[in-house]
């Protein structure tokens, strides 16, 4: 019964891509279940034709009705060849929509959130990889199996009538029994899915053990660590833990299949038995009995068990996709309250914290602690403090990517989460120290997929990045990444000054908002770095900029400078007052001072 439901749930995805295409396959399938009978039935009733047309000759009129009947069954199998292409071609452009179409689902339920703890949590990391891992072939397969299984139930189904037409015992007897089967062999694939499901977190990890040997990203590491054989050996670990225990389950399941298959193979013989008895005792043709016979096996099509297997598959990832949506739609933790006022326009008085604490999903211990910050709207503001003091995770909160468990961040007296979201998001713009590289063009890189203009070229001379543009074999159009032939890639500090640009793409396209930079000039040298703050402050004048930093040099020309340590704010104040002050940040600013006489 599972599989029914499975059939179902990938059926009604049909008229959702296409109601034309769906009634095209619908009629496909009709026609392409009953084709081969009438062959059957042609063929049965050619063969019963001979006996009198070899006496009569070929002229008579017994001759006339073979010839006949045998361009009749040379006509029907032309349109069974014709229809073949037709159906297929109906049956992929259906099959993929639908496939693109769920696909489609699962990404844009993910993207949904705002904010991005959804995307660390296991469980739904889980349903999320569902979406696309538990059908290797895809929801693609499954639809084509659906329609390649609908039409064969068709033709098993007449061609039972016409068993049902010799003996109506037999055909009653012979559908039991593969009724028995097919509920067996649907059992098993079904078992077999659900199974697979609850083992997803083993099968993302296998799923990441084989990117490690594939990805050229961890080919370095793999290979100066000496990794290779533990990559496989632990890969080649999950899958048999995995598969072991599947196994086990199976071979219960498989037991009871062969056993359902036993009856099902008794009738068949007994029914062929049946027909050459009463071929040879005249009691019906011969024509006749090759008509049955054909119509007997015919029948089977009932219980090929092919397709099932990749129907569970493909439904297993469409119920996935949709239990993502539900979870996604329903889930307080991910609804977000604000998401519907009007767009946010660029802060013009501060942005407050307040009393904010914070956790991350899954941790038993805060990362920030009642902070308190005022940061005014068109200034600079730094954040110095040492590595997991808390400074990423101020801005990811600032950029509203988490929402704090305590306190609130406050935009011009408005509470963040009273504000629009996304409105509020296309106002960040930020390179954050994982700052994605994107295997695409210069260009993309820059601005996605906005129309090339003045914009690009501003904004890379101002991230001090138009000269390596320019210098790229096909300037802007140059692909970042060797993976593809003609690309390119750049080295670390080439890659900042361009997230660096995209930064200042998106902050020129909104007209500014809170720019953040998370260790922006950490791949740069001191050359690179000099030239680049000098323009970055000349361009962000007015903006309302956040850069957290380890170099001095970066960080003493902020209007305003602020220590974190611990996940509280021990300082606060302008280079020079906290020189003055003599406290941690004089303690931090005399050391690296020291390391450049020094050298
Ligand atoms: N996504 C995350 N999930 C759980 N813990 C995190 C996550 N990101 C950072 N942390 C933890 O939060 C603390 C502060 O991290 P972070 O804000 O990145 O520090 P900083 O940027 O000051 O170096 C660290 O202890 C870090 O391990
Ligand atoms: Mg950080």
Redesign the pocket.
Known sequence: MVVAGSRRVLVRQLPEVSKPLTAGAAVCVAIGAVLPIAFAVATGAAVAAVPVAVGGGLRSPAGQHLLNTVILVGVLLAAQQTLSPIQDAVTNILSRRVQMRIYRRSMVAALQPRTIAHL?DPELLDLVAGATLLSPGGPNGAVRNVLNQSRRYISGAASLLLVAHYRWWLAILLFGAELALLQRHRALYSEMVSFRARQLPGLRRSVYLRGLAMNPDAAKETRIFGLAGWVVERFRGEWLETMTRLWEQRRGSVLRLLAAAVPVFAILLLSVWLMGRDAIDGSISLGAMVAYASALFATMQLVMPGDDFAIEEGAAVVRKTVELEKIVASDARLRLPGDHSPPQAAPQRDIRVEGVRFR????DDD?LHDLDLVIPAGRSLAIV??????????VKLLARLYDPAQGRIVVDGVDLRDIDAAGWQARVAAVF?DFVRYPMTAAANVGFGAKRNGAHNDAARRADALELVEGLPHGWDTVLTREFDGGVDLSGGEWQRLALARALFAAAATGGGLLIL?EPTAHLDARAEASFIGGFLDVTRGCTTIV?SHRFSTVRRADRIVV?EGGRIIETGSHDELVALGGRYAEMFTLQAERFTDA
Do not use: S
Request: hydrophobic share 25%; aromatic share 4%.
């Open positions: 660390e991350y999903p899954g941790r990362v403090g040492d590595n997991g003091a808390g400074k990423t995770t101020l120290q998370d957290i974190l």
